[in-house]
């Protein structure tokens, strides 16, 4: 095995690729696949199990303004776990298993542009606000004043609460927080406050099976928390019992 020097140090060459993308979600996944229809060499460098990232549970991608082949490539990653004996679909298709399995857990980013408000009321009453993961599928501008930047080597605009791509216009991706999707959840009158409050903490918790670590305030656990108004307004946050400045 080759190696590269960095430094003083001797890395490991372990391949040589054309193209190396770096996250296997909703961009990454798509950006992969075509780049592979292009003949290139590519490695997919992802921590989770999966590809495909929240299309793979059929709430985005129906529903998210985009160039980017989403459908075609989706049914490209679906035809080859076939092949190795998968199941992925039952009648009704991926989206209809989702909605309609209650062993399963459906993500939803919940920042008003992604999905609309009134497709995420239906999907919380057709699956139960308890098996319903908020999540944000933030870019790492989030929280940063509107303007210019770069996500994924591409230029982008943060505006009116999402971020688009600037020389496309199409939606690039969220910027919503936490705390943000919490409350729009609760604004948009789809479930009570504490029902909203446990779909971003104990719910995903259940989902990734850590829950009896984290997801919810016991003597024990790390004191990360947060402090809401009644109206779910964010006040502030504790890591390790410290507040946050």
């Known amino acids: ?22 996250g296997g979600g909703t961009a990454g996944a798509s950006a992969a696949i075509s780049a592979a229809r292009e003949k290139n060499r590519v490695l997919v460098v992802e921590k989770a199990s ?22 075609h490539n989706l049914r490209e990653i679906e035809r080859r776990l076939n092949d190795l004996g998968v199941t992925t679909r039952e009648d009704g298709g991926l989206m209809g298993y989702i909605w309609f399995t209650p062993e399963t857990f459906a993500e939803v980013i919940a920042d008003g542009h992604h999905v609309m408000p009134a497709a995420i009321n239906a999907l919380v009453r057709a699956k139960g606000w308890d098996h319903v993961v908020l999540i ?19 230029p982008v605009v943060m505006r009116d609460g999402a971020c688009y791509l600037r020389d496309e216009g199409n939606l690039a991706g969220s910027v919503a927080t936490m705390a943000e999707v ?10 009570t406050a504490e029902q909203a409050i446990r779909m971003g903490t104990e719910v995903p918790a259940r989902s990734a099976g850590i829950d009896a670590v984290c997801g919810s305030i016991k003597p024990g656990r790390a004191a990360d928390f947060v402090a809401l108004e009644p109206d779910l307004t964010l006040v502030a946050t504790y890591l390790a019992g410290e507040l946050v400045k």
């Open 136 to 154: 944000t599928d933030a870019l790492g501008c989030a929280g940063m004043p509107e303007g210019e930047y770069m996500s994924g080597g591409l």
């Open 50 to 71: 999966s590809l495909g990232g929240t299309p793979t549970h059929a709430l985005v991608t129906p529903m998210m303004d985009s160039r980017v082949p989403h459908g």
């Open 182 to 191: 919490v409350k729009n959840v609760y604004d948009w009158g789809i479930v």
């Open 1 to 22: 095995m080759s190696v590269h020097r960095f430094g003083s140090a001797e890395v490991p060459v372990l391949g040589e690729w054309d193209t190396v993308v770096v």
